[in-house]
């Protein structure tokens, strides 16, 4: 049990008094990658919003438990501050707040502590030349006039330097070309080490192809129909879901 991450059970969850999630169950434990895929609207994103509880999204049943606690009803601050980070679909564009900042704000408000300027300054630096990303970009404003892959890399960026216990990347690949997925990719694997874990949620295998992944799940309708290793993906990028979908 002290190995397991975050742990949910028999999960429901409606949107806009739609059933969406229907019994959803998936455990991580730490040092772990799992992935889930599933074609469109399958209940993929509902899954990542209803862990960092997404007001949108009612849980009419079941629960998440994060390291042994239940956190249903904990606001998405403090489910931040315990150490989940999710990437979005859509970055948002935060004008007037330079990345440094927002990093710097994002840091102190989940460790509680006082960010270090200078040593904070050259930590964001050595990552984003890590990630291939203009160090310039520090001072912008988040977002604004970036393109698709630089907002894509920033979110990669943020995992790294508020290293969470867990981090949700949900469709980080979409809109990708190669290089930036194979960047993304880089940043998942400078982030991952013993005592933390990744889910990522996707609808296709590109962002796998150069990650050892642990577990692939398949959901579809709401439920998870298959689970298995690096291999399900494989088989699904050959086949496709219809199998599946009956």
């Keep these: 049990m002290e190995n397991t991450l975050i742990e949910i059970k028999d999960l429901c969850v409606n949107a806009e008094?739609?059933?969406i999630l229907k019994g959803i169950n998936l455990k991580i434990n730490k040092g772990e990658i799992h992935v889930i895929m599933g074609p469109n609207g399958s209940g993929k994103s509902t899954t990542a919003n209803a862990i960092l509880n997404h007001p949108a999204y009612k849980k009419v049943s079941g629960e998440i438990l994060f390291e042994g606690e239940n956190i249903n009803d904990i606001k998405t601050d403090e489910i931040a501050r315990k150490g989940i980070f999710m990437s979005f679909q859509l970055p948002e564009e935060i004008p007037g707040i330079s990345v440094t900042n927002f990093l710097k704000y994002a840091k102190n408000k989940i460790t509680g502590e006082p960010v270090k300027i200078f040593k904070f300054k050259e930590e964001v630096k050595k990552y984003m030349e890590e990630l291939n990303m203009n160090s310039k970009n520090m001072e912008r404003s988040l977002n604004v006039g970036f393109s698709g892959g630089e907002k894509k890399k920033n979110e990669i960026l943020q995992m790294l330097v508020l290293n969470p216990k867990l981090a949700i990347l949900d469709e980080t690949d979409s809109g990708l070309d190669v290089d930036a997925i194979r960047t993304v990719s880089k940043g998942i694997e400078m982030f991952k080490n013993e005592n933390n874990a990744v889910l990522i949620i996707t609808h296709n295998t590109k962002i796998l192809s150069s990650l050892k992944v642990d577990y692939v799940h398949i959901l579809v309708n709401g439920k998870i129909v298959k689970t298995g290793t690096g291999e399900l993906?494989?088989?699904?990028?050959?086949?496709?879901?219809s199998e599946y979908k009956n």
Excluded: F, P, Q, S
């Design 17 to 19: 008094d739609k059933e």
């Design 233 to 241: 993906a494989k088989e699904i990028e050959e086949n496709g879901y």
